[in-house]
């Protein structure tokens, strides 16, 4: 029956090939298929940017001026849906006042536990609220830091004044603000500032509004003597002027942060901190694990407050449920993982009663020790049985086995996908001749040859964060993976503690790439260069003429190939450019070709198509690479600001597939990525240790932890619970250890007997 599923009719959205749909409501779907066949297209982009955009048209214009706006989805027809909550993979971010506890109102309830039943009493529940100027504290303002200069990068100690010992700007020879040093009469101005005297370096960094005694003529009579840091600080750091905004590169080169000297971090003034239930005030709570906070919240028995206790342990056993035990109310939002943060947002929803809702998730595996994922799972079955409709997007074989319904997409990527190849269950699913379904019946087996290690990276004594103090050898020559349960202290190992004893190792992540809307990977490889002196030379003109950001660009989108026109409170209409048609570049430039082909059309090229086109040798071992590293589908012009973050990181892997002797690390590399992607992936890891190279990968990934020569495994949990290293030795000892989680679902993985939890 139609009003029993979703139906939608003639999707033609971004690579979508016209489809027709009917997605059973009440119950779980998972959207499978590889990397850009268009389950995102489907599932993000059509189904619920609909449901929102006919949600948000319930309001007035003055609320829909503030909310999110969403444009009409290329379809025919889309009957049957229902309210949409979307769980994506966008960071949470916002600024030092956004914590953890804050975003998913934990922290609202616990000053509200504090303003009724701690002692002694110091005010109703605003006070507790490091954003209320009643409870913050004044010196950092209810940041727990505070900006300070680094007297190191503000002072080259090896120069005078005179020859420019004051790095910030303004303050160099000829600078204007300099002259209230060199005239003050306090200094030698040709003196090196290592040469200074305590008092006097004292003087010219921190003396604060004092009168000049013996200045020179060209002192203001009127003026006091500002030091460095203060006259910096009440300049620059203080003020939201102009002089902020033009400088604010610069300032960041110069400021640090540091702990409050007065609050030591804890953001309240001591009258609240004094404040305490059970011996504990509310900044020692925040500070604990979210697990722990628990327990301690289950001590507390004050009829009074029954209500706020009962609702605080269903929050945050919500927390410990989706495996966000290990993490503090505290922690920042900005902190937090695309994983941890789509984590976050569940918590939110859990709590409520509304039934008959559409929830939209995007990967919930990512980030998750296979040990988790059950716990994702169940929490998806608790939002179906509720009376909701649960669609995932989703690769891990974990989630795709508790559909109710799947629908597979394909058969490839980019303008090779965007087909529906498979709509059932499970078992139709692993019968199924499509990629996804040989790889959900494919038999997993440990690397049967592993290499030997060439010497060892030695870490000793790491104590940070939750590390304790632990020692561990890394072998060299080989692919080592680290995993444990997020956590447990992999990248605080890896990321953190390495480089300080080796400092020369490379960090191929998800960050780093500048992935604006004019940045994409023809640019970012460094080919587009050599593809535009290829049509400069066979054309006889100028190479400037190619560039999108020059010469050539289309005078009406200058380069863009779409206009954007604000309309107030209704959506931003995104349209082809009129004038060049979307491609980007004037008339003329277009009448320029390279083998029968305009710049414009081989921008629109896949790296799988540019392969078969460019013969030149420095383009042709570019976009081999790019290839090799399973990025087939993505245009040559395609944005790198509309990559997600496992393609970017793949991208950056591509650009050392020629080098050797290095030293890598990659941080989950597998995100995002199908199984049979991941098949290309392990060869392209392969690929880095034949070069003589030592990789480290951090990684979940049951499929890559199979073919690790080497596995250091964390644990046995996470935060404090965790930071100890479990195993350290070959894949094949693993599966024998009981006490590693690791151990256990990799036992299981590959068949063999498991002690992991069973699922209820």
């Known amino acids: ?58 309001y007035n214009s003055f609320i ?62 605003d006070v507790f609220s490091f954003n209320n100027p009643v409870g913050m504290c004044n010196t950092c303002q209810g940041l727990g830091e505070i900006e300070t200069i680094d007297i190191e990068r503000l002072l080259d100690k090896n120069r005078s004044l005179s020859e420019g010992a004051v790095r910030f700007p303004t303050f160099e020879p ?69 002089e902020k905004v033009k400088y604010s590169k610069d300032i960041k080169n110069f400021v640090i942060k540091q702990s409050c000297p007065l609050c030591h971090g804890a953001r309240l003034n001591d009258k609240v901190l004094s404040c305490k239930v059970h011996e504990k005030n509310i900044v020692e709570c925040t500070d604990m694990q979210v697990v722990n906070l628990l327990e301690f919240v289950q001590t507390i028995h004050v009829p009074v407050a029954a209500t706020i ?35 976050i947002k569940m918590v939110r929803q859990l709590g409520n009663s509304l039934t008959d809702l559409t929830y939209i998730f995007d990967e919930p ?93 030695s870490i000793q004594n790491a104590k940070l964060h939750n590390l304790k103090n632990i020692s561990v050898e890394i072998p060299k020559g080989v692919m080592t993976v680290v995993t444990g349960v997020a956590g447990s202290g992999k990248s605080t190992l890896i990321n953190q503690v390495l480089p300080q004893f080796y400092p020369e190792i490379i960090f191929i992540d998800q960050n780093g790439v500048p992935a604006s ?24 003109v100028n190479a400037s003429l190619f560039s999108f950001n020059s010469k050539g660009a289309c005078p009406a989108c200058k380069g863009l190939g779409v206009t954007y026109t604000d309309l107030a409170f209704m959506d931003t209409i995104v349209t082809m450019c009129e004038e060049c048609n979307g491609n980007r570049f004037n008339d003329e430039v277009l009448q320029y070709k390279l083998r029968g082909k305009n710049i414009s059309e081989v921008l629109k090229m896949t790296v799988g198509e540019a392969l078969n086109f460019f013969y030149e040798k420095a383009i042709s071992k570019v976009i081999k690479r790019l290839s090799d590293i399973g990025i087939d589908y993505i245009s040559l012009g395609q944005p790198l600001n509309t990559l997600s973050g496992g393609e970017l990181q793949r991208i950056k892997l591509a650009s050392e597939l020629e080098n050797d002797g290095q030293i890598y690390v990659l941080d989950e590399p597998s995100t995002g990525m199908h199984m049979a992607d991941i098949k290309q992936l392990i060869g392209v890891l392969e690929h880095l240790v034949e070069q003589n190279s030592t990789l480290i990968v951090i990684e979940h990934n049951l499929t890559v932890i199979c073919q690790a020569d080497w596995i250091i495994d964390l644990g046995p949990n996470a935060g404090g619970n965790g930071g100890r290293i479990m195993f350290s030795g070959l894949p094949k000892d693993l599966i024998e250890n009981h006490e590693s989680l690791t151990g256990r679902c990799l036992a299981q993985y590959i068949k063999e007997e498991c002690k992991c939890p069973q699922k209820n």
């Not at 809307?517 to 006889?540: C, E, P, V, W």
């Open 1 to 58: 029956m139609l009003d029993n599923c979703i139906y939608v009719s003639g999707a033609r959205e971004r690579n979508l090939k016209n489809i027709h749909i009917k997605i059973p409501k009440k119950r779980i779907t998972v959207f499978t298929g590889v990397s850009g066949s268009g389950k995102s297209s489907l599932v993000f982009d059509t189904i619920a940017a609909e449901s929102q955009r006919q949600l948000n048209e319930t």
């Open 174 to 242: 000829g600078g204007w603000r300099l002259t209230r040093y060199i005239y003050s009469g306090f200094f030698d101005n040709d003196k090196k500032i290592q040469d200074y005297s305590n008092e006097a370096l004292d003087l010219l960094l921190y003396a604060d509004k004092i009168k000049v005694k013996n200045p020179t003529t060209e002192w203001h009579k009127t003026s006091l003597y500002e030091g460095l840091i203060p006259r910096i600080q009440r300049s620059f750091l203080k003020k939201e002027d102009g």
């Open 64 to 125: 829909r001026h503030r909310m999110p706006h969403y444009g009409k989805p290329d379809v025919d027809r889309i009957e049957n849906l229902s309210v949409a909550f979307v769980m994506n993979q966008k960071r949470l971010g916002g600024n030092a006042r956004s914590t953890v506890g804050t975003v998913t109102d934990i922290y609202s309830l616990l000053r509200l536990l504090f303003s009724r039943i701690g002692k002694p009493f110091v005010g109703y529940s």
């Open 517 to 540: 809307k004019r940045s994409n990977i023809a640019t970012y490889t460094g080919i587009f260069d050599i593809i535009r002196k290829l049509f400069a030379t066979q054309n006889g």
């Open 309 to 343: 206790i009962s609702e605080l342990i269903n929050r945050l056993e919500h927390m410990v449920t989706i495996g966000l035990g290990y993490l503090s109310l505290n922690r920042e939002t900005a902190t937090l993982s695309g994983g941890e943060s789509q984590r």
């Open 365 to 457: 595996s990512i980030g998750l020790h296979p040990y988790d994922i059950s716990k994702i799972n169940t929490l998806m079955k608790l939002l179906r049985d509720k009376g909701n409709t649960v669609l995932i997007v989703e690769h891990d074989p974990d989630i795709i086995k508790i559909a109710d319904h799947i629908v597979d997409m394909g058969p490839g990527a980019g303008t090779q996908g965007g087909q529906i190849l498979y709509e059932g269950d499970l078992k139709g699913l692993e019968e199924a001749n499509t990629l996804t379904g040989r790889y959900l019946s494919y038999q997993p087996k440990l690397k049967q040859s592993v290499r030997m290690p060439k010497g060892w990276l």
